[in-house]
């Protein structure tokens, strides 16, 4: 029997495949999860009760050992005919130990175990996430400080306005996923609540311990209305994606400009040779392909939270099946968003600054509020100073001040590229992201 609710009617094979398949692999991701959840779940009706310790002890080891064989392995598979990674889980439990299998289901749902499920698989993602941005921004830094004195034209409305570096430049997209770490906070706090016991999303007459699981699991508080707990479906989700989708648009900014840089009419960088190719009809081609792919991609995952919000509109509180189809949309795009962090890291790795390039004639208006500054700090007024050079510009007498000495934080001169490090630590500190990790490896492991 592999439905949980089967009630010996045949079922229709497209119907089946339409409501099931995707969740048959999207549910993989769900599994280490999902076993954590059981053990959390069990381990409090054994408190209260409902399991005797010897239940408990032979279906904790079990999921231990389904945990270490096949998860750690990247063996196990949601069989044909079976609806998702709740019933499969049930189900090797009920196959190897018999009825004590089937008490594990005392007092939840799948709607609560998807639930938590999904908390616990975000919460461990954006740990994962963090640490992979954490190299991305070290890098920028380190780019920033090798590159301090390298001058590089700054532009407003993409007219040549004021000396800008490559110390400015790399620090800035650094200091940006910085900022970008709260809104990865307010996805951190959101996911980090126990949904567990809210059952199919009216709770249980059993007297479950909901304090005791949040503790198992290291949340850091639960969701207590169990209306509320199952309004979280999606909205977790959401929340993650908005945080995604910041970091996204950082990147594809950054790409963006990397990608004008290089061309030719900018010309202030290099990308390494392997992460560019060729034109089949034009031989001196050099595209940037790769940051053209990292540039789309990361534009495309901004519509994250707009589709999931679609899938979310107007649905009446409680359960409906609709919110499977946000995994749908979410699974996928967080692969991609991992995996174009990791090639990110290594073109980023391989960009090469080109040096001297505000001696081109073209830049020597950078110059010009410089010559504005040093008339004012002689004690000219700077409305009369800034008409001086722009009567300069005007008439074609005009020489540039190429002295540069900005020295306020966060300037050319002076980067504070230390503080942007320090804003760094602390953000990701006030994660908290090793509480939760902590739990669940000790879940499965004792
Ligand atoms: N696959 C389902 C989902 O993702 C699991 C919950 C099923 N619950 C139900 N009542 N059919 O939502």
Redesign the pocket.
Same mark, same amino acid.
């Given at each position: 029997m592999k439905k949980l609710w089967d009630k010996g009617k045949p079922l229709n094979q497209l119907i089946e495949k339409f409501t099931?398949e995707m969740?048959r692999s999207l549910?993989l991701e769900l599994v280490k999860w999902d076993i954590a959840g059981s053990i959390a779940h069990i381990t409090m009706l054994e408190k209260i009760g409902l399991l005797s310790n010897s239940d408990w002890k032979a279906l904790k080891e079990e999921l231990i050992k389904i945990y270490n064989e096949q998860v750690l392995t990247d063996s196990f598979v949601i069989e044909s005919g079976v609806?998702?990674v709740?019933s499969q889980v049930e189900m090797i439990l009920t196959n190897r130990l018999g009825d004590v299998g089937k008490k594990i289901h005392s007092g939840r749902?799948?709607?609560d $175990?998807?639930l938590l499920d999904t908390r616990l698989y975000l919460r461990d993602e954006i740990r994962e996430i963090t640490i992979i941005l954490g190299e991305v921004f070290s890098l920028l830094i380190k780019k920033s400080n090798e590159n301090k004195d390298v001058l590089l034209p700054g532009y407003t409305h993409l007219q040549v306005a004021m000396p800008s570096s490559f110390g400015l430049w790399f620090g800035a997209w650094a200091e940006c996923l910085c900022d970008d770490l709260l809104l990865f906070k307010a996805a951190y706090d959101m996911t980090d609540q126990n949904p567990l016991g809210s059952a199919?999303g009216y709770g249980s007459s059993f007297p479950l311990d909901r304090t005791f699981t949040t503790e198992l699991m290291g949340f850091n508080t639960l969701s207590y209305n169990v209306v509320n707990a199952q309004l979280g479906?999606g909205k977790t989700e959401r929340t993650f994606a908005v945080a995604l989708a910041g970091v996204a648009s950082t990147c594809s900014r950054m790409m963006m400009d990397v990608c004008l840089y290089n061309s030719q009419n900018f010309q202030f960088l290099d990308l390494p040779e392997d992460f560019t190719t060729g034109s089949s009809i034009m031989p001196h081609k050099k595209n940037p392909d790769v940051f053209e792919i990292l540039r789309g991609r990361f534009n495309k995952l901004q519509n994250l939270p707009n589709t999931i919000n679609q899938v979310l509109n107007n649905l009446p509180s409680g359960?409906h099946?609709d919110? $499977?189809v946000v995994?749908e949309e979410l699974f996928p795009a967080i692969s991609e968003f991992r995996e174009s962090l990791e090639v990110l890291l290594m073109a980023l790795d391989g960009i090469k600054v080109k040096k001297g390039l505000l001696d081109d004639p073209k830049y020597q208006l950078l110059f010009t509020v410089e010559n504005v500054n040093t008339l004012v700090k002689n004690g000219v007024p700077f409305r009369d100073a800034y008409k001086q050079i722009g009567m300069e510009v005007e008439n074609g007498t005009y020489q540039p001040e190429r002295e540069i000495n900005h020295t306020h934080e966060g300037s050319i001169g002076n980067l504070c590229n230390d503080q942007i490090s320090l804003k760094w630590n602390k953000r990701v500190a006030d994660l908290h992201l090793e509480k939760g990790k902590n739990a669940i490896d000790n879940l499965l492991t004792n």
């Open positions: 099931t969740d549910d609806e998702d709740h749902s799948r709607n $175990q998807v199919a479906r359960y099946r919110l $499977q995994k």
